[in-house]
């Protein structure tokens, strides 16, 4: 085991998943992904959240992905000039980028105003930190995805979640800056939700070819 991944805790989940078949390892990790990524429909369609509190959520799952994507950059079995050129770059165009997608979040969140339910978004939040966590832990390093990955597969997932989140934080200060009506706003985030879903789903798909 890579020392970044005892240092981070991956340890402990690589040993509760090593105990588990590859076929109850993969539904834990898609049940993980399906409620740290579909849940937030419940509360969204329940009317206890908006579309202000959806894109600050939308901006913790990206801020995930790129820290799970540097880690996967830094661990990564197949490792040369190239690979460490486009860590670098993925981390400063990525990075720079999704903070700025994350405050912009933040001061929408702000001025369209705190809903009364965002603490319906704390168990998923944990679903979905899990989620990345057993993901690292069980496909990366304990069944040696790190070891037969590819640099663009290692990439490609990072900017695939990049694109829905800009263009929802864009679309969510249109709708919101501009007072659109609140069925506007609530078909935007539940749109935003089942893209996120469904790019999780079928890169989890995609990564369980490589490693089982």
């Known amino acids: 085991m890579n ?26 990790q898609l049940l993980l992904i399906l409620i740290g990524s579909l849940l937030p429909l419940w509360p969204l369609l329940r009317g206890w959240i908006e579309l202000q509190d959806l894109l600050a959520y939308s901006a913790l799952w990206l801020a995930m992905s790129v820290g799970a994507t540097l880690i996967r950059l830094a661990t990564m079995g197949r ?12 981390a400063i165009m990525i990075g720079v980028l999704s903070l700025v997608c994350g405050a912009w979040s933040v001061i929408l969140l702000f001025m369209a105003g705190v809903s009364g339910g965002w603490f319906a978004l704390i168990p998923t939040a944990a679903a979905l930190l899990l989620s990345n966590a057993w993901s690292l832990a069980d496909g990366w390093f304990l069944r040696g995805g790190r070891t037969v ?7 490609l997932p990072g900017y695939l979640r990049f694109i829905p989140v800009l263009l929802a934080t864009i679309a969510g200060a249109v709708l919101i800056i501009g007072e ?4 506007y706003r609530l078909v935007a985030a539940a749109t935003l939700v089942v893209v996120l879903t469904a790019i999780d789903i079928t890169l989890a798909l995609a990564s369980f070819r490589l490693t089982r």
Do not use: E, N
């Open 79 to 90: 490792r040369d000039a190239t690979t460490r050129f486009f860590a670098l770059h993925y």
């Open 180 to 183: 659109y009506p609140l069925d």
């Open 149 to 155: 990955a590819r640099l663009w597969q290692v990439l």
């Open 3 to 28: 020392q970044l991944a005892r240092a981070l805790g991956f340890g402990l989940l690589s040993s509760v998943a090593s105990r588990l078949p590859a076929p109850i390892a993969t539904a834990v």
